[in-house]
């Protein structure tokens, strides 16, 4: 029996500013029926051309120079822009990379999710409307009869991703592309996810093609991984062959930047209770945070409720209290619509709270006055957890770091460039992409633009929201060394929201963990992450990528 999907030689360039760009270079592989391939590389590699590729939905200034795409025996690349709409959403279904640009915001969800079915004649209205309601109830959402009825800007960022998943799966497709479908969820929901990929592959016999940066989920869940670099295979086999032995010198690197993959890094939480003498003495050996009388941020009772129409408020934080000193990483942990990032924009003021209070280096900022948060938010800096959404696209690279230095009138023209081109050089960005624009970048790029942008007025407190979830794992140890280096630099403060305790463990010195809108636990990160004393953050370690990984994978 054939495979149902077949690449071969595939070649595809980009032109870009007059000149020809190959980003996918002869590249060949298959996907079995019931088979989860997953494509792993660092961002720019070509996993995400090769995947658009095939289901035909490259960026305009993209072509196919060679190659053929089969799909259970017929030849894709031959068919017309009718065929094609045909094909997608019936035959082939994609998960898209970024939640907030992929759903239609004067739309409700539930119509979006049953659009599929409407579209390919599969179910009239009404039966696409109540099937619309299951398949998000399946993706995860909880009350899925009213989340249906709500529109994309009422959804976080992981209950996005999660109905841009039922949508891809509405119409029951031969074969699921699943870009990066995980890197906006937290664990336990990405968990839930993947073992619905799982049962689909099992006992539907969908094939999937997977496009991840984490290698922990492939360790999990690929039967077959390839890895890409700069635009080629350079591995291909089983996820434990590739894993644990792998042969080329890249797939090495990535394995070992890959923080749920390195020698000791996975979780293991004690099988027995830790006695509080016990707590205290590790918490002794833990790197001490800076031992200022006062926290640079004081969050205090916050409470935060959303009006929610013909229904009782939404309480989003509820009696949330947080101090971040000065030198301090302080991350919050959570599932998605747990408050953690509804805390984070309190502490920003870029929402004002029900009740509570918030104070910044001593001053009040629930009262301040517009000028006065005007100049403490010069020392408060923001990385958004999408870096689609978060970057003018009409502005070059540029522009876009230079920003924030021209809206506080830092500097003349010539220092202004200068920093542009220092900040760019910190966050491993090359020199070129300062005259591109958002568009011509991948997602991992574009959020190193986004954290070049947050450091360049030298803040004292940068809110890092996700903001390492859409990089490849070893731009993301780039990133979390570059953080760790100007912290011990310049003394500055992060509060850190993330959904990958592996990261946490590695970055932070406290962790708080959220739970419908409520701290469950907090304390020191190595305490808490290995002797949990509620059972939530024992769920949330428990569902950590990785633990199938084979044993012996090298540091």
Do not use: C
Request: proline content about 5%.
């Amino acid at each position: 029996m054939t495979a149902l999907l077949e690449v071969d030689g595939l070649t595809v360039s980009y032109a870009v500013a007059g000149s020809t760009r190959t980003a996918v270079d002869d590249v060949s592989f298959t996907v079995d029926r019931g088979e989860i391939v997953a494509i792993v590389g660092e961002s720019g590699s070509g996993k995400s051309t090769t995947a658009h590729a095939v289901i035909h939905l490259l960026a305009r200034n993209a072509a196919v120079d060679a190659g053929s795409i089969r799909l259970d025996g017929d030849d894709l690349s031959r068919l017309s822009p009718r065929a094609w709409r045909d094909v997608r959403g019936r035959r082939i279904g994609l998960i898209p990379q970024d939640p907030a640009t992929s759903l239609n915001p004067v739309k409700r969800v539930g119509r979006q999710v049953g659009e599929p079915l409407v579209i390919h004649g599969l179910a009239g209205r009404r039966g696409a409307d109540a099937r619309a309601v299951e398949l998000l109830r399946l993706a995860g959402i909880s009350d899925p009869k009213a989340r249906a009825l709500q529109f994309p800007h009422q959804f976080s960022g992981g209950m996005t991703q999660r109905a841009l998943i039922a949508t891809a799966l509405a119409a029951d497709p031969q074969l699921v592309i699943a870009d990066e479908p995980t890197s906006a969820l937290d664990v336990t929901v990405q968990k839930q996810i993947l073992d619905h990929l799982d049962l689909l592959a099992r006992d539907l016999g969908t094939a999937v093609l997977l496009i991840t940066h984490d290698l922990g989920v492939a360790a999990d869940r690929a039967d077959r991984i390839i890895v890409m670099q700069h635009g080629r295979i350079v591995e291909e086999g089983s996820a434990p062959q590739v894993l644990a032995a792998p042969r080329h010198p890249y797939t090495r690197a990535l394995i070992a930047a890959a923080p749920g993959l390195r020698a000791a890094p996975i979780l293991r939480v004690a099988s027995r209770p830790v006695s509080s003498s016990e707590r205290s003495s590790s918490e002794h050996f833990e790197r001490q945070a800076p031992k200022d009388a006062a926290p640079l941020l004081e969050l205090v009772r916050l409470r935060k409720e959303f009006a929610l129409p013909g229904r009782v408020p939404l309480v989003a934080v509820d009696d949330v209290s947080l101090a971040v000193g000065r030198g301090e990483t302080v991350a919050i942990v959570g599932e998605s619509g747990s408050g953690k990032t509804t805390t984070a924009r309190l502490a920003l003021r870029l929402e004002r709270p029900t009740a509570g209070e918030i104070r910044f280096d001593g001053v009040d900022l629930v009262h301040a006055r517009r000028e006065e948060l005007r100049t403490i938010r010069r020392r408060l800096q923001l990385v958004h957890q999408s870096p689609f959404a978060s970057l003018d696209p009409l502005f070059s690279i540029a522009d876009i770091v230079d920003e924030p230095l021209r809206a506080y009138g830092v500097g003349d023209r010539a220092e202004r460039a200068a920093r542009v081109r220092e900040l760019l050089d910190q966050v491993a960005l090359p020199a070129d992409l300062a005259r591109r624009r958002p568009a011509e970048l991948s997602g991992g790029q574009r959020q190193r633009v986004a954290i070049a942008r947050a450091l360049a007025l030298r803040p004292e407190l940068v809110v890092l929201d996700e903001a390492v979830s859409a990089l490849d794992v070893s731009v993301q140890a780039q990133i979390l060394a570059l953080l760790a280096e100007i912290q011990r630099d310049s003394g500055v403060a992060y509060l850190f929201i993330s959904h990958d305790l592996s990261v946490v463990r590695e970055i932070s010195d406290r962790v708080a963990v959220m739970q419908a809108g409520r701290v469950v636990e907090e304390g020191r990160t190595s305490v808490v992450l290995t002797t949990p004393r509620h059972d939530y953050t024992r769920r949330l370690i428990d569902a950590i990528p990785g633990r199938r990984a084979p044993q012996g994978v090298p540091a």
